[in-house]
């Protein structure tokens, strides 16, 4: 059991830092540098979009309140690199790592990583209004405890299909994961993921965004019987 106080998000960020270090991959090569400076409706759109052309490493931080019968709050910190590699005059090979950081209130106290997850789109370099991207998709049992993850190896297919018009950045993401390898006594792994987004970019850079994350356990119901 870990001590009843809840973790600084200073410590989170820098677990997850130092996690993400040991996975530092150098693209192949930069695309050319552009003398024209992207407007801040066009920085906000970046910060939606899977298949950028530049590294980026956002963060993301979750918590929820009012968590077990003490009301107690938890805390979810993740990262989701965006690594792009160019592999010829029309297509990208976007790798897209994602780790997450968990700390869970009582009644069953636990803090530390949760499943991982490796993402490879390849997507088209010169798409512009239409973008998608296909690929698969690798979940690791790195989570710390048997709370924070499935204690499964699964993977499956990957796709996100997004339309860049004006202010508007809308689109989804979605995967299938089943699993293959692990502690079988933990259960099968079969889970759909989808993510519709709808966001609105102003041209300070200010934007309002919409993606509510859902998640399908056809396992569920054989689980609990």
């Not at 048997?146 to 995967?175: C, E, K, Q, V």
Request: charged residues 15%; negative net charge.
């Amino acid at each position: 059991m870990c001590p009843n106080r809840r973790p600084t998000p200073q410590i989170l960020l820098i677990i997850a830092c130092l996690w993400f270090g040991a996975f530092s991959i150098r693209p192949a090569e930069a695309q050319e540098t552009t003398t024209n400076a992207p407007t801040p409706e066009e920085l906000a759109k970046s910060t939606h979009n899977p298949f950028a052309d530049f590294i980026k490493v956002p963060f993301e931080s979750d918590t929820g309140f009012s968590i077990g019968p003490h009301h107690n709050v938890g805390d979810n910190v993740s990262v989701t690199p965006v690594i792009p590699f160019h592999l010829n005059a029309d297509w990208d090979l976007i790798a897209r790592p994602s780790v997450a950081i968990t700390y869970q209130p009582s009644p069953h106290e636990q803090f530390g990583l949760d499943d991982s997850q490796v993402s490879l789109f390849v997507t088209p370099q010169n798409a512009s209004e239409w973008l998608w991207g296909i690929g698969p998709i690798l979940q690791l049992p790195t989570a710390t405890s048997d709370g924070l993850g499935t204690g499964r190896w699964s993977a499956g297919p990957t796709a996100a299909l997004i339309y860049s018009n004006g202010p508007w950045f809308n689109g989804i993401l979605a995967y299938q994961l089943m699993s293959f390898a692990g502690n079988r006594d933990r259960g099968s792994v079969n889970q759909t993921y989808l993510e519709p987004e709808l966001s609105y970019n102003f041209d300070s850079g200010w934007y309002v965004d919409i993606d509510p994350p859902i998640t399908f356990d056809w396992t569920a119901d054989a689980a609990n019987g």
